[in-house]
């Protein structure tokens, strides 16, 4: 019963560095998102795919990329980390659109110095 | 200002206490989910409701969705130290697909 699984689990970047995020469900979900949690300001949609082959910004898509490689995968890429980027980073997946349950991974705890 | 403002904040109760928790907006949402946080882990969806007026329960917990569909409260009775984590209540505009949460309550039952 995997679900939505993310790594790695915890990072640590300096300032100017890449990484990318991994997330990935066994569901057959068509669609999948990127969601960042701060102290008090719950979770801020970064960016969402719909279905396969389809990517668009959420709220704060400032200085990530994404990619769907399949169906199954869902990427999210901080090209050049700033501390701002500190936060935990959440995936999720959903059967589709509508009024639906989504179904988060354990997180990311990203921080940059 | 968030589109979605839960009060309180933070709660701390003792085991056997009742406490609500509200999520209010000026828009209008056409669903509003609320989903409890444990730390370490991803939120897990505890309901869904859809109809103005709308009231579900499960088990000690009573979630009210208004009658206008801008606000919700979620009603704890008797709460129990597995209670303790962090409630969002999060939010579905007719108009689009995207969810909105709120900041979120973080509620704790001591033994």
């Known amino acids: 019963n995997a679900g939505v699984t993310q790594t790695p689990k915890f990072q640590v970047l300096k300032t100017g560095q890449s990484m990318t995020l991994q997330c990935a469900q066994d569901m057959n979900h068509n669609s999948m998102y990127w969601y960042r949690q701060d102290p008090g300001m719950g979770l801020r949609l970064i960016y969402y795919?719909?279905?396969?082959?389809?990517?668009d910004k959420g709220e704060v898509p400032n200085g990530y990329n994404v990619s769907r490689l399949n169906k199954r995968e869902f990427s999210l890429r901080l090209e050049s980390a700033a501390p701002s980027q500190t936060s935990v980073y959440f995936c999720?997946?959903?059967?589709?659109?509508?009024?639906?349950?989504?179904?988060f991974g354990s997180g990311t705890q990203l921080s940059v110095l | 200002t968030q589109l979605l403002e839960q009060s309180p904040q933070f709660l701390s109760i003792q085991e056997g206490e009742n406490l609500t928790v509200y999520c209010n907006s000026s828009s209008v949402f056409s669903s509003l989910q609320w989903y409890r946080q444990e730390p370490g882990e991803g939120p897990v969806l505890l309901v869904t409701?859809?109809?103005?007026?709308e009231v579900k329960k499960l088990k000690r917990l009573t979630f009210q969705f208004g009658d206008a569909r801008k606000d919700s409260s979620l009603h704890i009775t008797a709460a129990q130290p597995g209670d303790t984590g962090l409630y969002l209540c999060a939010g579905r505009k007719a108009a689009g697909n995207k969810l909105t949460f709120g900041g979120g309550t973080r509620v704790l039952v001591k033994p």
């Open positions: 999720a997946s959903s059967q589709g659109q509508g009024v639906e349950k989504l179904f």
């Open positions: 409701v859809v109809t103005g007026g």
């Open positions: 795919s719909a279905s396969e082959g389809t990517t």
